[in-house]
């Protein structure tokens, strides 16, 4: 990996604070995790930080928020419905308003854009023109998203979202790639050079992830509770999960098991239609989206936890939230085998062959008979977590790709700061 930053060196020795601004279109901030963290690890090194992103439904709703330090300008964004046309709407007016809230926050020295889409380049290279540095975050890949998405194969929208990539690739001076995998595609396909892309792995908020007593009543009165946790859209995999625990019952006999599944998304009715087609109703329980404190709850009452993401071209190489959540909670996982679930999870996980729902119904029993096995598992974990995985060792790649990004150039402040979205006089 490129070379590490002090904390100072990242917000620039000079003893002005550098600013950033952080633009992200498909979640709020603070609930998007990630870049809750790398604002605040952003901040703690003397960077002065503005988020750009949507108002969430029932959190994150001011248009308008100063949180520990770190302003958050939000604008409405109705999700796309409907097909490419709907996602034309929200991406043209997701444009329109990081372009006037940009231009409300001034000159930066970093303009951070998170995909997806691949169309924040758009406003960032406006920014880049007015001296900022452009540093491209990755969560996703967007053509296999847009694969593994929509059944239409590589047509002209997929050639579209690809060219989408390029030109993103093209217009960032640093790369921050989830994992080595992403990493491996942005040297390869995106033509960048090794020391403009920095692994900065998404970790778990551990003091979010604490541990509490479990509480049997959330087993139903069944002796194992088995849990999901995260986003269910169509490629997330629970379908797959409800086949298997259909296959658990039916094949391998077994019913001492409750199921909830925590989360919503774009399939979330759909699914609970699902459990209803294959008569899980009764052992399955869908919360939708619950507080931290209910989430945490049932993650300490689990015996299993399950990671159904079938194998397509995004999920083998991506990293999955909730698998790092499970390991915090000290839980052992059931997933598919997929090349990033075995570097994230290690021991900590039982992998069935890929889209194999009796094999994965196999494992959950398996796990569900070992009670020693799934302590053994879980303490694992935890230890990944705690080491390798830890949220520090991201923060120190993180503050290098800026210390990168801003190398050779002085902070925004004293190159003349001019009115809001004019260009410094040079």
Known sequence: MPGDA???????????ARRALILVENLSVPFDRRVWQECTTLRDAGWTVDVICPQGSKRDTEAEAEIEGVRIHRYPLRAATGGPAGYLREYGSA????????????????VHACNPPDLLFLPALWLKRRGARFVFDQHDLVPELYLSRFDRGEDLLYRAVCAL??????????????????????????GRRPEDVFVVRSAPDTDRFQPVPPEPELKRGKPHLLCYLGVMGPQ??????????????DEFGRTDWHAVFVGAGDTFEAMVELSRRLGLSEQVEFTGRVPDADLVRYLSTADVCLSPDPRNPLNDVSTMNKVLEYMVMGRP??????????VSAGDAALYAPADDEAAFAGLIAQLMDDPEKRAWMGKLGQERIGGPLAWRNSQRALLAAY????????????????RAGRRPRR
């Not at 997330?236 to 658990?248: E, F, I, N």
């Not at 210390?403 to 001019?418: I, L, N, S, W």
């Open 403 to 418: 210390a990168a990004a801003c190398r050779d150039r002085a902070p925004v402040t004293t190159r003349g700061r001019g």
């Open 333 to 342: 996982i059931v997933s598919f085998d997929l090349r990033e679930a075995r």
């Open 165 to 190: 990539e390029r030109l993103t690739y093209r217009a960032a001076d640093v790369v921050l790639a989830t994992n080595e995998s992403y990493r491996e595609v942005a040297l390869r396909r995106g």
């Open 236 to 249: 997330d995999g629970v379908d797959y999960a409800l086949r298997a625990l259909a296959k658990l019952r």
């Open 95 to 110: 444009l329109w308003h990081t372009a006037r809230l940009a231009r409300r926050v001034g000159p930066v020295d970093v």
């Open 6 to 16: 002090s904390f100072k060196d990242a917000g620039g020795g000079s003893g002005r």
